[in-house]
């Protein structure tokens, strides 16, 4: 017994100086603020009104000492908030907690106290005004509480004096309430910023009890929501706002997004015209239903509301009221400035008009928009990359190559430039390129390119197959576990007659990709040329079993049923490539023995 005690308290004696050591520092950090303040309450107060103002007013007391203090002896003076920003910011990151409260007479005295890490709180408070939305959210509700609190002091006063109002009682009760409903959106945003969103959600619900008219808690609540997926509550918030204020464009806009985002585009493009018909000048609105238009295939009516859109945010704000401007008394100044507020008008819309454009084919796409894109911003990739497709479809190819090269420069990992500009080189024939370009989209997107077909053309056209097979055996090489590589040999080595040795390389991607139906297409044909229509017909079955849609397969299974005197079957193939949209197959149907 007594040998161990002497070691029991050395070991104490460390353990307490091993806290020491880690805690004191952190405890020396912690900084201190409390406030006591007495409310005189008047004959219109009750014991909860008066707890509920005098609370108020000594929490507001106490984040204005804390207020100050960061901004004399922290870096939060380098945050430029002013002393109402500071105090609603600290309010919404420090709890206050209640010391002790006490009732004498018509008078309620309560203390309340802060204990926060001024460092910490400093590393909060620069991460909250970064963000815009809590921070545009709380100076509201820092805005509202004091307007709950002046009309207090205000009711207090006139509730003194001779002119009384006989509804001052109801006044009164109605401005604590919306006291009472702000500080309980303070204490829901506190929750939201410490992530606990049910808890938050509880909160505005009953600030919703006590204003149930307030359009800022509802919002806040349909947020909370959304995030955590409710979609049903929260689409009910939004239901119940545009009942309170059936002409707030706004909340149209609002319910729309949140109908996109459940698939139901028919209930998102209502809200959106219903926007436009409130608000015609919103800009917001016809872009948000041009984006409806076109995810339902309506991309005429897309694109003329993307037109809009571009035009509503184009228009000076004296235009958007009415009033005529005459272009030939603006003074230059005020023409360059209108010239740079067009430049900005809007990018997404414009750069959802350029893809609609893109979308709508190479016949309808005007290349006239995109030159009036690019000169109103010229680091718009969209517009470089739309110009470059339609150059490249008017048979521009060295003018899409001119635009390809703008948009690589801004996005070099953009497979399908890269791709696209590959096929631009080979219709010129300076196949280096259009090879170097395709190895670069290979190696930025591999799987991405494996859906793109056969690139064994620029060889083809430029009649330098034996090349091809050179050029695609080094990708093979270099990525051995790469199905891409194995599959352009076997190509490069098909178009040369080699089947037998493209066959070998077709195995292999089997083995790498089995789900891709090329291999199949291109062993099967591979067979068909070595005279074995047997192996074409099962080849391009199991093509089919992949996806049902390959109209290619049944093509060539077509084809290789007609050496095998299938009629019937090569028939029906037939049909079905023609019906899936395949050209050959629809042109094959129309000589004469089919006729017949």
Known sequence: MNCKTPINIKCAVLVMMLLQFVISPAVAEVKTF???????ASELDNEASSKATGGAQAERLLYTDLGNYLIERTEAKLFHLGPKEMRTFVSALVRADTVSESRDGKSFSVSTKIATDPPALVKALNALRRDSQKSSDLMEIGREADAALIKIEELRKKRSSKSADVSAVEQYRRAVDALIAWSLSLEGYRLLISDKDREAAEAFTKAIELQKEEKFFYLCRERIFEKSGDYQKAKADLDRLIELRPRDDALYLKRAALEEKTGNLDQALADCTRAVEINAGSSEAYY????????????PLAINDYHRAIEKAEEPPQAKEGLAIEKSKTPPQAKESLAIEKSKAHPQAQASLAQAYQKLGKKETPKEYYDSLIAHNPKQESAYYGRGVAEWAAGRYDKAIKDYDVVLQMNPRDERVYLLRSIAYGHLGNFKKALGDYQKALETNPREILTYG????????????ARAVREFRKIKEMKPADAAGYLYHGIALWELGEYEKAIEDFNKVMKLAPKDTRYYLYRGMAYGKLGNFSETVEYCTRAIAINRKEAMAYYIRARAYEELWAFDEAFQDMISAAWLGLKAAQDYLTREEYKR
Do not use: M
């Open 288 to 299: 948000q239903r041009g984006r409806i238009y076109e995810k339902t295939g309506n991309l």
């Open 34 to 40: 409390e406030k006591k303040f007495t409310y005189r």
């Open 454 to 465: 056969s690139f064994t053309k620029f060889y083809g056209d430029g009649e330098n197959y």
